[in-house]
């Protein structure tokens, strides 16, 4: 076992790790990274250390002005500022085999692009109440499990699966290849929520508020699924959304 040494606690607070030594040294020891935020343009031989050391793991790199660094931190944060993340992101590939392996059957939600942090943790926290099996987001546009998604789930995000995927549509084909379903919920489509037979396994997608489900996803999805609107506003929160097409799910698994 490769025996590395762990990020200076004084460059290190509850939320943030600084600089770019400790940066390296802290993926290196396995930390919870939510996302690591560099100094755009930034440039030089430690940092190509750490971009290379980042292309084996799922934890993204976002450029953003040094502004945005100064605003987070005023230490010697030295153009890297890491998020320590409160949950340890899992691999689907991992859970859906043990799903199986314990007689249920699986129950997966996908969110595609849901980048508010509050329906994040709304999402969550009925998911958490229907009994899914985990929650898959994509490693890029897809919000920060921080405090605010953490007490808008209340508590659930500690409870539930959370995997992060450089590729969803990679991840609803291995889904499909593991005997799930892909229902994606659309209104492009004239079928209704009620029409998927949700006892089988099955993995739900939902999409951002503005731009709904990327059309790779729709492409790939098994059924397309829309929920039943009657007035003039023609579209629902996506945590509402999710929590009616989950609830479907559930009446038919227990009438």
Do not use: W
């Amino acid at each position: 076992m490769d025996n590395f040494r762990r990020p200076q606690r004084a460059k290190e607070n509850n939320e943030f790790i600084f600089g770019i030594r400790a940066v390296i040294e802290a993926v290196k020891a396995g930390r919870d990274i939510e996302t690591i935020y560099q100094q755009r343009g930034l440039g030089g031989e430690l940092f190509l250390e750490l971009k290379a050391l980042l292309k084996d793991t799922l934890i993204p790199l976002n450029s953003v002005p040094i502004e945005k660094l100064n605003r987070m931190s005023q230490k010697n944060h030295q153009g890297v500022i890491a998020v320590i993340s409160p949950i340890t992101y899992q691999n689907i590939e991992d859970i859906i085999p043990a799903v199986f392996e314990k007689g249920e059957v699986p129950l997966v939600l996908v969110l595609d692009s849901v980048t508010d942090v509050r329906n994040m943790g709304a999402i969550a926290r009925t998911a958490a109440c229907v009994g899914v099996h985990a929650i898959v987001v994509p490693l890029k546009n897809a919000a920060q499990i921080n405090a605010d998604a953490i007490k808008t789930s209340a508590g659930a995000l500690f409870s539930i699966p959370i995997c992060r995927h450089a590729n969803l549509h990679k991840t609803c084909l291995f889904l499909q290849d593991s005997g799930l379903q892909v229902v994606a919920c659309t209104e492009k489509t004239n079928d209704m929520i009620y029409a998927p037979d949700y006892t089988m396994p099955t993995a739900i997608v939902m999409g951002s508020e503005d731009e709904g489900i990327s059309n790779d996803l729709l492409r790939v999805a098994d059924h397309l699924a829309k929920i039943p609107m009657a007035g003039k506003i023609e579209s629902l929160n996506v945590s509402v959304a999710a929590g009616v097409i989950l609830y479907e799910a559930i009446r038919q698994r227990t009438i």
